[in-house]
T-cell receptor, first 113, second 115 residues
Framework: QKEVEQDPGPLSVPEGAIVSLNCTYS??????FMWYRQYSRKGPELLMY????GNKEDGRFTAQVDKSSKYISLFIRDSQPSDSATYLC?????????????FGSGTRLSIRP | NAGVTQTPKFRALKTGQSMTLLCAQD?????MYWYRQDPGMGLRLIHY???????AKGEVPDGYNVSRLKKQNFLLGLESAAPSQTSVYFC??????????????FGPGTRLTVL
């Protein structure tokens, strides 16, 4: 079993819809949870990170962590065609990124105009 | 600032050939990383460095070597390429942020095909 599981998609939704992206994990020691966005043929870029459980909001994006269920989510409100990308969840035990970060395999998202 | 750059962008090798991938960053970051990205596997850490002159093994280090002779550069070497090393390779760098997780900045990637 992989430490981090992520549905690969692809996920296709109409413009303006609410998008929900999810990951599950097995390591209860994970404390830092991140979402990266990767456009086609580009490197990943950090979108949001959260520490421990709870919600964090940044504009149209909300990251949610439920440590009791070992489940994290990224919600995108009012989705735009420019949100079309692959979204990677990632998590680590320690606060320094020199400690191992485990990435999900990514969910490919397409927003239809 | 160019951020993180990688050379070359594309490369094709024959089995058994060797090559070196170069990563450079101009952000004065202490930490640097090499990942490979394969379909369905996500990003996997090959090697990383927490400072000039230091390197450490990641999750999938076999068949690769690295060197960090200068703070701004991190080299990834394949001594004898194998088809299983066909992948997209990403370099990243970060500055230790102390009490919060530090952001890794990724380069644009190198697409390597081993025939």
């Amino acid at each position: 079993q992989k430490e981090v599981e992520q549905d690969p998609g692809p996920l296709s939704v109409p413009e303006g819809a609410i998008v929900s992206l999810n990951c599950t994990y097995s390591n209860s020691a994970f404390q830092y949870f991140m979402w990266y966005r990767q456009y086609s043929r580009k490197g990943p870029e950090l979108l949001m990170y959260t520490y421990s459980s709870g919600n964090k909001e940044d504009g149209r994006f909300t990251a949610q962590v439920d440590k009791s269920s070992k489940y994290i989510s990224l919600f995108i409100r009012d989705s735009q065609p420019s949100d079309s990308a692959t979204y990677l969840c990632a998590m680590s035990e320690g606060y320094s990124s020199a400690s191992k970060i485990i990435f999900g395999s990514g969910t490919r998202l397409s927003i239809r105009p | 600032n160019a951020g993180v750059t990688q050379t070359p962008k594309f490369r094709a090798l024959k089995t058994g050939q060797s090559m070196t991938l170069l990563c450079a960053q101009d952000m004065n970051h202490e930490y640097m990383y090499w990942y490979r990205q394969d379909p369905g596997m996500g990003l996997r850490l090959i090697h990383y460095s927490v400072g000039e002159g230091t390197t450490a093994k990641g999750e999938v280090p076999d068949g690769y070597n690295v060197s960090r002779l200068k703070k701004q550069n991190f080299l990834l070497g394949l001594e004898s390429a194998a088809p299983s090393q066909t992948s997209v390779y990403f370099c990243a760098s970060s500055y230790p942020a102390g009490a919060s997780t530090d952001t890794q900045y990724f380069g644009p990637g190198t697409r390597l095909t081993v025939l």
